[in-house]
């Protein structure tokens, strides 16, 4: 899908660039083609005004060829012209004004063909000419005559080069389209990724429990003559394993509505210093059981709006981490301070280090550092990733460190306006 998608960005980029590109180029090359159409008929309304015998030279140095003037300030141009003058339907003069080579048989040709056109100007296509025609006073018919090849090569050799920019720029559009879509579609890659493998794992986490359900449901079926008292320990586990899974379906419920923004948030005053307070007694007795020394620096007072359910689901997720990898004989502390217009909450823990590699990973959803001693403490790999989602709700950021030194310190920033 990742693949198709680059190729229409490529493609969708390349249409654009190449039709933009040809209107440009196409208007460049009308706007140069009426350019040089005025400058012929220009040329040739100045060579209607030459005298018998006059022929302009161009001064080296001098101003350019469209401004040139001759002694008596008449201006002339460089486009070849010359004029020829026809009294009753004959060419009686043909003045070339010394610029170029004209044959009394072509002069004859295009005449009558000008005369025949029934206009007083237009264009030859037969004899590449173009032609203004002037009646004087004296009842004769002065036609002045511009070659057009000097437009065709002006013109073929811009289109010529505007093809070669044209192919020029769409070869590099598309080196730069294909650099562009790497870059903007690696974040559709990783989510297209990180969903694939988030079914994956759904699918592995959700298939344990309904296996054990299946099961214990075939034993209790298989014994349908036994009582209930003696089929309760199978009973009890099936109720156990329904449990966990629930849990877990509440828990991708949970961010599937994080990820679509529908997460329900009420928002409130709360007392954060209380909240962590009333959150530590439930954990007192789990870290006594498991040899966890549980200390707790709280700066009184400090208040915060937010979520008051999800702010005791995030400190619980933290304190139920720690409280799980401390290790036997171990300590967990956590400290909550006030950090400029910010709370400042860390849970630490003594334990064995999370090495460096997953530390950018914890948060993703299923990720497991150990994952064999997760799933023998009932984890699913989803309860940072529910931490990030409530931090990111409240507009705050969490972030870990880990280290042999300093155990490893979860940390959260939290905006006191949500």
Request: charged share 25%.
């Amino acid at each position: 899908m990742i693949r198709k998608l680059r190729r229409k960005f490529i493609l969708i980029n390349l249409l654009l660039v190449g039709i933009v590109l040809t209107v440009v180029f196409a208007l460049l090359v009308a706007s140069n083609a009426r350019r040089l159409s005025d400058q012929s008929e220009t040329a040739m309304r100045m060579a209607l005004n030459w005298r018998d015998g006059e022929n302009p030279r161009f001064e080296i140095g001098g101003p350019p060829p469209d401004h040139t003037m001759s002694e008596d300030g008449k201006r002339f141009s460089m486009v070849p012209v010359f004029v020829v003058t026809v009294e009753d339907g004959a060419v009686t003069d043909v003045n070339d004004g010394g610029q170029v080579e004209v044959s009394e048989e072509t002069a004859e040709q295009a005449a009558e063909q000008a005369l025949a056109a029934g206009t007083d100007r237009g264009v030859l296509p037969s004899l590449r000419l173009r032609f203004l025609a002037e009646q004087r006073p004296d009842g004769t018919v002065q036609i002045a005559f511009a070659d057009q090849s000097w437009e065709s090569c002006s013109l073929r050799t811009l289109v010529l080069s505007c093809l070669l920019i044209w192919c020029l720029a769409m070869a590099a559009f598309f080196f730069v389209g294909l650099f562009l879509s790497s870059l903007a579609l690696r974040p559709a890659e990783k989510a297209w990724k990180q969903q694939r493998q988030f079914v994956a794992d759904a699918s592995h986490e959700l298939k344990t429990p309904l296996t054990v359900i299946l099961a214990n449901t075939g034993i209790v079926l298989a014994h349908q003559e036994d009582k209930v008292s003696t089929q309760a320990k199978w009973l009890e586990y099936t109720q156990e394993e329904a449990r966990q899974m629930k849990g877990l379906v509440e828990d991708l419920l949970f961010l599937a509505k994080s990820d679509a923004a529908r997460q329900e948030v009420r928002t409130a005053e709360v007392d954060l210093s209380e909240l962590i307070q009333g959150c530590l007694l439930p954990f007192e007795p789990v870290a006594f059981e498991a040899g966890v020394q549980l200390d707790a620096r709280i700066d009184p007072g400090l208040t915060l709006t937010g979520d008051e359910g999800q702010l005791r689901r995030l400190v619980r997720i933290l304190l139920d981490n720690a409280v799980k990898y401390a290790g036997e004989g171990g300590s967990v502390e956590l400290t909550l301070t006030k950090q400029q217009e910010k709370l400042r909450l860390t849970v630490c823990n003594t334990g064995d280090p999370i090495p460096a590699e997953h530390l950018p990973h914890l948060f993703e959803r299923f990720y497991r550092a150990d994952a064999a001693r997760d799933r023998a403490q009932g984890g699913y790999g989803l309860g940072l990733a529910i931490a990030k989602a409530i931090t990111e709700h409240h507009r705050g950021k969490i972030s870990v460190s880990s280290s042999l030194e300093t155990g490893t310190v979860f940390t959260v920033l939290l905006p006191r306006s949500a």
